[in-house]
């Protein structure tokens, strides 16, 4: 069993950070084999992409919207995620997932094979 599990999230006011963490856990799961992606839905919304990093760090993804804020990392060795958030704003708050897949490519259009319970980010005064 693969279980992915994010922290980090909270209230923060706008032009404020926070960093995410996911972990993953499971005997069978080799997470240096995977790419990485976070996703974030706010209520009444679809679930939007938010970064993507492949199995080895070397290549990331971003949406528009936080690039240049967002910055996304791992450690294989700690099989860890991180998303860095800097410059929050208002419309940066939704429940942020992390998911598992093992090629970029999924992740970029919302295919993943694992999935995290969420962590919520609030942006507000």
């Known amino acids: 069993q693969v279980t992915l599990v994010e922290s980090g999230g909270g209230l923060v006011r706008p032009g404020g950070s926070l960093r995410l963490s996911c972990e993953a856990s499971?005997?069978?799961?080799?997470?240096?084999?995977?790419?990485m992606g976070w996703y974030r839905q706010a209520p009444g919304k679809l679930r939007e992409r938010v970064g993507v990093?492949?199995?080895?760090?070397?290549?990331?993804w971003y949406v528009d919207s936080v690039k240049g804020r967002f910055i996304i990392s791992r450690d294989n060795a700690q099989r860890t995620v991180y998303l860095q958030m800097d410059s929050l704003k208002p419309e940066d708050t939704a429940t942020y997932y992390c998911?598992?897949?093992?090629?970029?490519?999924?992740?970029?259009?919302?295919?993943?094979?694992?999935w995290g319970q969420g962590t919520q980010v609030t942006v507000s005064s």
């Open positions: 499971g005997r069978t799961f080799t997470f240096s084999q995977y790419a």
């Open positions: 990093i492949s199995w080895s760090g070397g290549e990331t």
């Open positions: 998911a598992a897949a093992p090629d970029m490519s999924r992740l970029r259009v919302g295919i993943a094979d694992y």
